[in-house]
């Protein structure tokens, strides 16, 4: 069955501009994650979603970082005024309801110049 | 505070050549340990769930084991396909979140 999708799979902006990055979880999937992945380093949490509601935002680096969720669909990441040390791979996961296991998307690469 | 480290954070085997990957962790109530394989360029592939101490699982050239402490990905007769990084990760009580070591590399040489 198909995976997890996420696009754009690239895309540079200029700092100071708005982003946003989309994800599209395995149906059937309630839980959906976003990590962030800067460049040689380990996949950071960012933020959690149970169906369209957030139980764990904890790992937004900052609120110019915000993310939503249409029921238990589709996923934004949205990065208001971006910095260049927001640049890095940002990466969505779903799961199973009673399944711990996370499934990863191919990732969005974002360059801010 | 909840913690995962890998060691080597390179590796360089010959084809053949059996080997292990360490993850230590910390974490205030496991609910599981996660492996995964991540080639460059895409996003980590799942490989294993480990729950309790004692638990081993197996694919392919791939085993891992788990103590209280720290798990193990023993990779038996490597072959030039298995390079990739591979990343440990856990899982605490009450939470989604995954904590990820900063995984270690992998290349096998034919």
């Known amino acids: 069955g198909a995976g997890v999708s996420q696009s754009p799979s690239n895309k540079v902006t200029e700092k100071g501009k708005d982003v946003e990055l989309r994800c599209d979880p395995i149906?059937?999937?309630?839980?959906l994650y976003w990590y962030r992945q800067r460049l040689g380093q380990g996949l950071e949490f960012l933020i959690y979603?149970?169906?369209?509601?957030?139980?764990?935002k904890s790992g937004l680096p900052s609120d110019r970082f915000s993310a939503e969720r249409t029921g238990e669909s589709v996923s934004t990441l949205t990065i208001q005024r971006t910095q260049q040390e927001d640049s890095a791979v940002y990466l969505c996961a779903s799961s199973r309801p009673g399944v711990y296991e996370q499934y990863f998307g191919p990732g969005t690469r974002l360059t801010v110049t | 505070e909840d913690q995962v480290t890998q060691s080597p954070e390179a590796l360089r085997l010959q084809e053949g050549e059996s080997s292990s990957l360490n993850c230590s962790y910390t974490v205030s109530g496991l609910r599981g340990l996660f492996w995964y394989r991540q080639d460059p360029g895409k996003g980590p592939e799942f490989l294993f769930t480990?729950?309790?101490a004692g638990e081993e699982k197996e694919k392919e050239r791939l085993k891992a084991t788990l103590t209280k402490k720290e798990s193990f990905l023993h990779i038996t007769a490597p072959k030039p396909e298995d390079s990739a990084t591979y990343l440990c990760a856990v899982q605490a009580d009450n939470t989604g979140k995954l904590i990820f070591g900063q995984g270690t590399t992998l290349q096998v040489k034919p």
């Open positions: 480990l729950y309790s």
């Open positions: 149906s059937g999937h309630t839980a």
């Open positions: 979603f149970q169906g369209n509601s957030a139980p764990d």
